[in-house]
């Protein structure tokens, strides 16, 4: 069974890497990068705040296009040209079957971050900047964590969706996710600023 899931993983990573997105979403990082290091040389007090907040908001809106976009064209296109029912109709069951090309997609995400991280420190270290701190390492950690966790519900939803409904869904789901995570830090700071409010007028009650 393992080495059916392997081969099926091979067989999607290979699909997707000698797809159409791959290639123009990896310039498009490598361009975002030079852009976030232009746009931080007009601040250099806050260069790596500027620097790295560009590049992690380009860095999680296309990681998320391609793990919705990955997984809703892996199985448009074996939809398409009659892979999918013929792999459904072999011994494997369906499970392994969408398994492996989870994995598969996973596999091409991580290869993304890869090269991405792989230029983005470079040119860290040709402006300057340094190497990435820890934290700046975890944070992109949990941005490619996000990427996986949002292609599950992208392959979940396309297993018994129409590609462009799947797209949709996966990424009205995302979009909630993210306001919902503003709406909670938005209301944390309200909280916060009305108990230190009464925190101080209490200090300020004569007893």
């Given at each position: 069974?393992?080495?059916?899931?392997?081969?099926?993983?091979?067989?999607?990573?290979?699909?997707?890497v000698?797809?159409?997105?791959?290639?123009?979403?990896?310039?498009?990082?490598c361009?975002?990068?030079?852009f976030?290091?232009?746009?931080?040389?007009?601040?250099?007090?806050?260069?790596?705040?500027?620097?790295?907040?560009?590049?992690?908001?380009?860095?999680?809106?296309?990681?998320?296009?391609?793990?919705?976009?990955?997984?809703?064209?892996?199985?448009?296109?074996?939809?398409?040209?009659?892979?999918?029912?013929?792999?459904?109709?072999?011994?494997?069951?369906?499970?392994i079957l969408?398994?492996?090309?989870?994995?598969?997609?996973?596999?091409?995400?991580?290869?993304?971050?890869?090269?991405?991280?792989?230029?983005?420190?470079?040119?860290?270290?040709?402006?300057?900047?340094?190497?990435l701190?820890?934290?700046?390492?975890?944070?992109?950690?949990?941005?490619?964590?996000?990427?996986?966790?949002?292609?599950?519900?992208?392959?979940?939803?396309?297993?018994?969706?129409?590609?462009?409904?799947?797209?949709?869904?996966?990424?009205?789901?995302?979009?909630?996710?993210?306001?919902?995570?503003?709406?909670?830090?938005?209301?944390?700071?309200?909280?916060?600023g009305?108990?230190?409010?009464?925190?101080?007028?209490m200090?300020?009650?004569?007893?």
């Open positions: 069974m393992i080495s059916l899931i392997r081969v099926i993983t091979l067989e999607s990573f290979y699909i997707i000698r797809g159409p997105l791959l290639i123009p979403s990896i310039i498009f990082i361009l975002s990068s030079i976030a290091s232009t746009a931080a040389m007009w601040g250099p007090s806050e260069f790596d705040k500027v620097f790295f907040d560009i590049e992690l908001f380009f860095f999680q809106l296309v990681g998320v296009s391609m793990a919705i976009s990955w997984s809703v064209r892996l199985l448009a296109v074996a939809r398409a040209d009659g892979s999918l029912e013929l792999q459904f109709a072999s011994p494997a069951s369906r499970s969408l398994l492996g090309k989870y994995l598969g997609v996973c596999l091409s995400l991580t290869f993304f971050a890869m090269c991405s991280l792989f230029f983005l420190q470079g040119l860290m270290l040709l402006t300057d900047f340094g190497w701190t820890r934290y700046e390492f975890a944070s992109l950690y949990l941005q490619v964590l996000g990427w996986l966790v949002t292609a599950m519900l992208a392959f979940f939803v396309s297993s018994f969706a129409q590609p462009v409904t799947a797209f949709l869904l996966s990424l009205a789901f995302w979009l909630s996710a993210m306001l919902s995570e503003l709406t909670n830090l938005a209301l944390s700071e309200v909280q916060g009305i108990i230190s409010y009464i925190i101080k007028k200090s300020n009650f004569p007893l």
